[in-house]
């Protein structure tokens, strides 16, 4: 048994960690953008497409490289998903990371 207060049973510690958006930034003033593949029935390319070839998971990769807190998601419907993007501040220049495939979902918020 350790005396460190920080101690877990895997010998991890987070004490020193940042490891959630509250962190970064005030929770108000955090904003967000949802895209979608642009079609009539909002499905996109099929499941088993490589990654490089669907507009939400390359807008995705576009995204994690420029540095933009992101994540992607299944919808309920077959095939298709959602791509959100986060920031605070200064909204940033998505024009060269978003697919031309993909358009923007409107959500309340």
């Known amino acids: 048994m350790t005396t460190t207060a920080n101690w ?3 010998g991890a510690s987070l004490e ?7 962190s970064l930034a005030e ?3 955090i904003k ?3 895209y979608s593949f642009r079609s009539s029935g909002e499905y996109g390319p099929v499941i088993s497409a490589p990654a490089q070839d669907d507009p939400v998971l390359r807008s995705f ?3 994690v490289q420029a540095n933009l807190l992101c994540v992607w998601r299944r919808k309920i419907k077959p ?3 959602e791509l959100w993007i986060f920031w605070w501040g200064e909204e940033p220049n998505l024009s060269d990371v978003i697919h031309h ?8 918020g």
Not at 102 to 108: A, P, S, W
Request: with cysteine; proline share 0%.
């Open 32 to 34: 967000w953008r949802c």
């Open 61 to 63: 990769m576009r995204c």
């Open 79 to 81: 095939d298709a998903k």
């Open 8 to 10: 877990v049973a895997n």
């Open 27 to 29: 929770l108000t003033g």
């Open 16 to 22: 020193d960690c940042h490891s959630n958006i509250f």
């Open 101 to 108: 495939e993909l358009e923007e979902r409107r959500t309340e």
